[in-house]
């Protein structure tokens, strides 16, 4: 009798025939793009550089004139000067043990030699495109008042008339030294003219500007000065 074996069931399923299929299809389309694409190509090579990259546009005012414009004023230099003041009073047809002064007054004091940065326009501050090299143009230095200091002033000789001592003793008002002082601030005004003290203020100024530039990042500097008026001397 002969024997049955048993037959292998029969799937009625067709996912499996159309799955083949579909990875069949990408094979496929794989091959021919491959055949499409030469050789070392990549995505980057048809994209443009940085695609999404943003442009910058520098609007701003340069901070150098920012920082110029917070100086107002910059005392570059101080010069302490001495001067010796003599002054005599003379009466006339009267002998100066009679009436009379004679006076010896040493004035210390001290000058400063400013630059004026008030009003300082863009005109002035000049900056490359690429913000490393900067030129300035600056007003002359000017010299400020004269100070005198008391502490180290004094008369050093003082002769009056006996008419003059006299009244010192009845009267109620001291010696009067202001026109001593005012004599002392012309002549200290004058050595301070006189002096290198402008120069010096020039020197420390463009000292000073080229230090703050480079913290800005400015790396070269030329500070320039303009010719003194009269009045600045």
């Not at 994209?47 to 546009?57: A, E, N, R, S, Y």
């Not at 609007?59 to 101080?78: C, G, K």
């Not at 004599?183 to 000292?207: G, I, W």
Request: aromatic letters at 4%; glycine letters at 8%; zero cysteines.
């Amino acid at each position: 009798m002969p024997t049955l074996l048993p037959s292998r069931p029969v799937s009625l399923d067709p996912a499996p025939r159309r799955r083949r299929r579909l990875r069949l299809k990408l094979v496929a389309a794989g091959i021919g793009l491959a055949l499409l694409v030469p050789a070392g190509f990549t995505v980057a090579d048809w994209l443009p550089d940085q695609p999404f990259g943003q442009d910058v546009v520098d609007t701003s005012t340069p901070p150098l004139l920012l920082a110029l414009d917070d100086l107002s004023e910059y005392h570059a230099a101080t010069g302490t000067f001495q001067v010796v003041v003599e002054r005599e009073v003379d009466t006339r047809y009267v002998p100066s043990v009679i009436s009379g002064e004679s006076v010896s007054f040493l004035a210390t004091g001290t000058a400063d030699a400013y630059v004026d940065f008030t009003g300082l326009d863009a005109g002035r501050v000049t900056l490359s495109p690429d913000g490393t090299s900067a030129t300035i143009a600056l007003p002359a230095p000017r010299l400020g008042e004269v100070r005198i200091d008391p502490g180290a002033s004094r008369v050093l000789d003082r002769d009056r008339g006996l008419i003059e001592r006299v009244g010192d003793a009845l009267g109620d008002n001291p010696v009067d030294d202001s026109e001593l002082y005012a004599l002392a601030e012309d002549r200290l005004a004058t050595a301070a003219a006189q002096s290198d003290l402008r120069e010096r203020a020039e020197a420390n100024t463009r000292d000073m500007l080229t230090g703050l530039a480079r913290s800005l990042g400015v790396q070269q500097v030329e500070v320039t000065f303009d010719e003194p008026t009269d009045e600045e001397g």
